[in-house]
């Protein structure tokens, strides 16, 4: 799904996000910020829950289950901010659509995940294996270099590779791009499915534990962070947001709670 294309989709036919509101919200103070279910917008409720109010902050968490409508809320003013996306994914979203955003700051990663259903080890894949990988440019790319970095395949030297740059495919491994949200269900169908940590850990799934291979957090530029519009980067909201995600309470909560699937930065 071509990011352009699922953003003309989106205008016409609204956002059918669900949004939980801070009590006694006004509009005109309150930051409305878009994110997945998982683990960002229980991040982002501890953050309201617990933390805003020492900045006089009232946030609005806006959830989605996809990684469009995010952004293109954020672009049409429906939403102040997001937090959802890595640098690599925004930067793709901003090329394709000229649209004015920016990244704040980067909150935690979520290391990707190869799961099976039908294999307890990475050796143990047959050959001609059915792999489903995410189909945007961005999360494609990311698993495939994942499987690169654990000897199933080997891949042309471009940047953003795609099923179409494979140099070594010595298991014959047979690819179905997917979207990113449908990959958990999809490991009925498959050998295997790279995994978005964000929705392993939505679909039950440990990505500390469960994994056939997961991605290195140090190092990492897979990191998801907050976003918003250009003309709102000094935004004090904002800013006081960024301070508060960032904070050590945040990065102990995350740890406390997500015991290795998600990792503070």
Request: hydrophobic share 35%; no cysteine.
């Given at each position: 799904m071509r990011i352009r294309a699922a953003l003309i989709a989106v205008a016409l036919t609204g956002l059918t996000a669900l949004s939980a509101c801070s009590s006694g919200a006004n509009a005109s103070d309150t930051l409305k910020v878009g994110v997945s279910p998982v683990p960002h917008a229980q991040i982002l409720k501890y953050?309201?829950?617990?933390?805003?109010?020492?900045?006089?902050?009232k946030i609005e968490v806006v959830e989605f289950t996809d990684?469009?409508?995010?952004?293109?809320?954020?672009?049409?003013?429906?939403?102040?901010a997001n937090y959802f996306q890595t640098v690599p994914y925004l930067e793709t979203f901003t090329n394709e659509s000229g649209a004015k955003v920016e990244w704040v700051q980067p909150v935690h990663v979520e290391p990707l995940g190869l799961y099976s259903k039908k294999v307890k080890k990475l050796d143990e894949l047959p050959n001609g294996a059915k792999i489903a990988v995410a189909n945007d440019a961005t999360n494609e790319a990311r698993g495939l270099k994942l499987l690169e970095a654990n000897g199933l395949i080997k891949l042309k030297a471009v940047d953003q590779p795609t099923v179409r740059d494979l140099a070594e495919n010595p298991r014959n491994l047979q690819f179905v791009p997917l979207e990113a949200a449908q990959l958990p269900r999809s490991l009925e169908d498959t050998d295997a499915s790279v995994i978005n940590g964000n929705y392993a850990i939505d679909a039950g799934l440990k990505p500390a534990t469960d994994s056939l291979a997961l991605?290195?957090?140090?190092?990492?530029?897979?990191?998801?962070g907050l976003v918003t519009r250009t003309e709102l980067k000094d935004d004090k909201r904002v800013r006081d947001l960024a301070e508060l995600l960032g904070s050590q309470?945040?990065?102990?909560?995350?740890?406390?709670t997500f015991s290795g699937s998600v990792i503070p930065v």
């Open positions: 953050v309201a829950d617990n933390l805003a109010a020492s900045k006089g902050l990684y469009v409508q995010p952004n293109t809320a954020l672009v049409d003013g429906s939403l102040d991605e290195k957090a140090e190092g990492n530029p897979n990191a998801n309470q945040v990065k102990d909560y995350i740890k406390q």
